[in-house]
């Protein structure tokens, strides 16, 4: 029987990134990050970068494939992906995108990058400058909701109602975040640790979310560089397989002015019960979890929607005890993630489910097998992605 | 019901129909003080946003309705972070989605009228407020939503 499946047949083999920045304080241009994240993440992997032959990004990455491969002298480029729509949600799937142009046969050596460096352009939590607007944003900006913390705060409240979620659920998730960070030498946050009382003074940026329940802006640029399972056996690291991986949203999610059915929801009901099927796990196979935060309820959604509790153990779960490496019963953002380490777009969590893999991660957990990533909450489409190490497959 | 104060200040992005003039009837209709939603011809689907197909049945064949402007808080949120200059220092305003029973419970945006503090209850019944910018280069008038007895 032929099972349809990325499962084992691609390892993420390197993983490199440039120091992290906040927004708008980055030494130089975005592209020249770009270049230096992808030059790292072969140096981790030992390949030399002239072997690279295709590229993925989300997000509408500004730093487009033929560009990069003109600037790194690549003998030729077979593979230029770009994965539409969805902000964050576009990581995992980035991801999946390039590993299956590999299994597939189009490209050898794909590398998969996220650049920002917001100084030099718009930053994604300020409104843009324009006098008019039409389409999904008449229907919301006239009325004062705007930026992305505006437009999803709707669906937390909404799900915190059905499911009597108390904030407390939220604030596990960011302290757990700080918590890792302080270990994490890379991390914008590191040295700046968060206590239960400075969250709970914290402002309010739109209710439910409170200052620190929001991600930060920042600068920088990071990679991963992707081969075949066979050609990650003769390389430097230990390699990451890719388990599987699986993207999309629910029916009808992005109806307009905020009409998706499943709409207190972080988008993930269909696609998490596709990313098990593929890997062949069950929640109860995952070490660690990586889950981008844009905001804290959106991670709540998403740990939920990929079963690794209920709705309505939401509370007694989300602790900050049960969500800190090394000893925690979920082991969450373990890198800082978008919340203390850096918003790389979520590219960040990518790699540290890699260094956890190789036990490589600031706060490692003992003989981590199984790595999830979960990205971009909310949005559509999203995605999520599982890693494992050899002992996985 | 109708007003002509503006509940947030001036300077926001003005509302446009689209280019291809999709919305157009949407938003000619709140200049006459009706709440316009889609329904289909063919399946007579409800239908909110607007598309040019059913989404239920695929039929092009989608006409305006103007439905009765009440419904129910289906969710809600307080802005106190300014993300736009025109929006500094104006303190925290209300948002509430609002669903229509009476049209397919398709889902409405707004601003919640009155008190930016008070208690905002889902399920609470709401009307239309319909909030007119008559000196506007292309007049426009907005729909926010106010606490029904």
């Not at chain 1, 790595?371 to 497959?393: C, F, R």
């Amino acid at each position: 029987v032929s099972v349809r499946t990325i499962r084992g047949r691609v390892a993420v083999v390197g993983v490199g990134e440039t120091a992290y920045y906040k927004h708008g304080q980055a030494p130089e241009s975005e592209v020249a990050l770009a270049l230096r994240a992808i030059l790292r993440a072969c140096d981790d992997a030992g390949l030399d970068p002239r072997q690279i032959d295709g590229f993925a990004s989300y997000s509408n990455d500004r730093n487009d494939p033929s560009r990069l491969a003109a600037a790194l002298g690549l003998p030729e480029l077979r593979f230029s992906n770009m994965q539409w729509g969805g902000g964050g949600g576009g990581g995992s799937a980035a991801v999946g995108n390039a590993a299956a142009a590999i299994a597939a046969g189009y490209a050898d050596c794909v590398v998969v990058f996220r650049a920002l460096a917001q100084g030099q352009f718009q930053r994604f939590g300020t409104a843009p400058p324009a006098a008019t607007v039409s389409g999904e944003p008449a229907l919301t900006f006239p009325y004062g909701v705007i930026s992305p913390a505006q437009r999803y705060a709707m669906r937390v409240t909404r799900f915190m109602h059905d499911h009597g979620i108390r904030h407390e659920a939220q604030r596990a998730i960011a302290l757990a975040s700080y918590h890792h960070a302080q270990a994490n030498p890379r991390a914008v946050m590191h040295g700046r640790p968060l206590t239960p009382e400075a969250y709970d003074a914290s402002r309010w940026i739109v209710e439910p979310f409170r200052l620190f329940d929001c991600c930060m802006e920042n600068d920088g640029a990071a990679a991963l560089v992707l081969v075949s399972a066979e050609r990650a056996r003769d390389l430097k690291q230990r390699p990451a397989y890719l388990l599987g991986v699986a993207q999309g949203s629910e029916y009808r999610n992005a109806a307009r002015g905020h009409n998706a059915p499943t709409y207190a929801s972080a988008s993930f009901t269909t696609v998490a019960p596709r990313l098990y099927a593929m890997a062949g796990l069950g929640p109860k196979d995952v070490d660690v979890v990586q889950s981008y935060e844009n905001f804290t309820g959106g991670v709540l959604m998403s740990l939920i929607e990929h079963e690794f509790f209920a709705a309505e153990e939401a509370n007694e779960f989300l602790t900050p005890e049960n969500l800190i490496a090394p000893k925690g019963r979920l082991p969450l953002n373990t890198s800082g993630g978008n919340l203390a380490e850096c918003y790389m777009h979520g590219l960040e969590l990518q790699i540290e489910a890699v260094r956890q893999l190789r036990g490589e991660s600031p706060n490692p957990v003992p003989d981590a097998r199984v790595a999830m990533v979960i990205s971009g909450p909310m949005v559509t489409p999203v995605s999520s992605m599982l890693l494992g190490s050899e002992d996985a497959l | 019901v109708s007003v002509s104060t503006s509940y947030l200040p001036p300077g926001l992005p003005r509302p446009v129909p689209e280019p291809d003039g999709l919305d157009a009837p949407y938003w000619e209709g709140t200049r006459r003080g009706e709440l316009r939603v889609q329904r289909c011809r063919a399946c007579r689907g409800w239908q909110w946003g607007p598309e040019w197909i059913c989404h239920r049945c695929l039929a092009f064949d989608l006409e305006w309705v103007a439905v009765e402007p009440r419904g129910r808080i289906y969710s809600w949120e307080r802005v106190w972070h300014p993300v736009h200059p025109a929006l500094h220092g104006r303190g925290p305003y209300v948002v509430v989605l609002v669903e229509l029973p009476h049209a397919g419970d398709v889902r409405m945006i707004g601003n919640l009228l009155g008190d930016p503090m008070q208690d905002v209850v889902i399920g609470a019944p709401v009307e239309a407020v319909f909030e007119s910018h008559d000196d506007a280069t292309q007049p426009f008038t907005l729909v926010h939503w106010r606490r029904r007895a």
